[in-house]
């Protein structure tokens, strides 16, 4: 079964370092999405992109945050300069348009000191 | 208003219980709705779509009004297996918004 995955699957990063996390989506899906959870909260919408470029983004993906679809397959999220408050789990996903349907990654958990 | 709201539980049932999980929504456009499942430190993953008509699978069942902006997901007989946290989604044009979640602890 195809399925959404995510590296690295754990970060460790100091404060002010930059980070990027890669996702590789299904395949003929369309719509890619970064969300965030930090731990024992919601999970949180960053951005959804659509043809090559952002379709949405929430108030949480400022300046240090970018997205990119670099060679077709990946979809990455960078953070430039990493704040303490970071430290979450930040989730891809995938969907096509039939169904609305996500389908996640397994996550990659992110921690800033 | 929140975008996507819901009972802010805990739910702490008994096996074979049967619980009801709520959610409102504050855009009328939405077109499509979802309930996912997460388990504790794990992605979400969809349990079910929730339909006009209301829907059923198995123990679970769905439930859309489109006048009242609210959404029902009804879990019968419950299990052990069944702990763990809802999730309500909306989507709108393919915007995919999450309600908080409601945690159902399921207890012998």
């Known amino acids: 079964e195809p399925e959404v995955t995510q590296t690295p699957s754990h970060q460790v990063t100091q404060m002010g370092q930059e980070v990027i996390l890669r996702c590789v989506p299904i395949?003929?899906?369309?719509?890619f999405y970064w969300y965030r959870q930090i731990l024992g909260q919601k999970v949180e919408f960053l951005v959804s992109?659509?043809?090559?470029?952002?379709?949405?983004k929430s108030e949480i993906f400022d300046d240090q945050f970018s997205v990119e679809r670099p060679d077709g397959s990946n979809f990455t999220l960078k953070i430039r300069s990493t704040k303490l408050e970071d430290s979450a789990m930040y989730f891809c996903?995938?969907?096509?348009?039939?169904?609305?349907?996500?389908?996640f990654g397994e996550g990659s958990r992110l921690t800033v000191l | 208003r929140k975008e996507v709201e819901q009972d802010p539980g805990p739910f702490n049932v008994p096996e074979g219980a049967t619980v009801a999980f709520n959610c409102t929504y504050s855009?009328?456009?939405?077109?499509?709705f979802f309930w996912y499942r997460q388990d504790c430190r794990k992605e979400p993953k969809l349990l079910m779509s929730?339909?006009?008509s209301g829907n059923e699978d198995g123990r679970f069942t769905a439930q859309l009004n489109r006048a009242s902006q609210y959404i029902s997901l009804l879990i019968r007989d419950s299990k052990l297996s069944d702990s763990a946290t809802y999730l309500c989604?909306?989507?709108?044009?393919?915007?995919?918004?999450f309600g908080a979640g409601t945690r159902l602890t399921v207890k012998p």
């Open positions: 996903a995938s969907g096509s348009l039939n169904t609305g349907e996500l389908f």
């Open positions: 395949s003929n899906h369309l719509y």
């Open positions: 992109f659509y043809n090559n470029e952002i379709s949405e």
């Open positions: 855009n009328s456009a939405s077109q499509s």
């Open positions: 929730v339909y006009s």
């Open positions: 989604v909306v989507n709108n044009n393919n915007d995919m918004r």
